[in-house]
Nanobody, 118 residues
Framework: QVQLVESGGGLVQAGGSLRLSCAAS????????MGWFRQAPGKEREFVAR????????YYADSVKGRFTISIDNAKNMVYLQMNSLKPEDTAVYSC???????????WGQGTQVTVSS
């Protein structure tokens, strides 16, 4: 089992920044791809970014490219999502996930709310 706990969400004005954190624990995470997803009210969950455990393979959704940065700290078993130039349409519950395959995530955190006011 892998446990994931997100933190760092909150209320921010448009143009502001937030950094989300995901603390991972449990079995070794070395083979896992770590991803961030978000779900806005009334919408389906969407992919935001992913990173492999070595940090040398990163991919972003077009909607966040150039504004968000995903990173990983192997020593601390932490994954981060730095979000800059936030827009009201970024408002959602953001969840961290881990998967052995980049297109299939097996473990999910409970999510953290991000609200961007205009």
């Amino acid at each position: 089992q892998v446990q994931l706990v997100e933190s760092g969400g909150g209320l921010v004005q448009a143009g502001g920044s937030l950094r989300l954190s995901c603390a991972a624990s449990g079995r070794t995470l070395r083979p896992y791809t770590m991803g961030w997803f978000r779900q806005a009210p009334g919408k389906e969950r969407e992919f935001v970014a992913r990173i492999n455990w070595s940090g040398d393979s990163i991919y972003y959704a077009d909607s966040v490219k150039g504004r968000f940065t995903i990173s990983i700290d192997n020593a601390k078993n932490m994954v981060y999502l730095q979000m800059n130039s936030l827009k009201p349409e970024d408002t959602a519950v953001y969840s961290c996930a881990a998967g052995l395959l980049w297109w299939k995530y097996d473990y999910w955190g409970q999510g953290t709310q991000v609200t961007v006011s205009s």
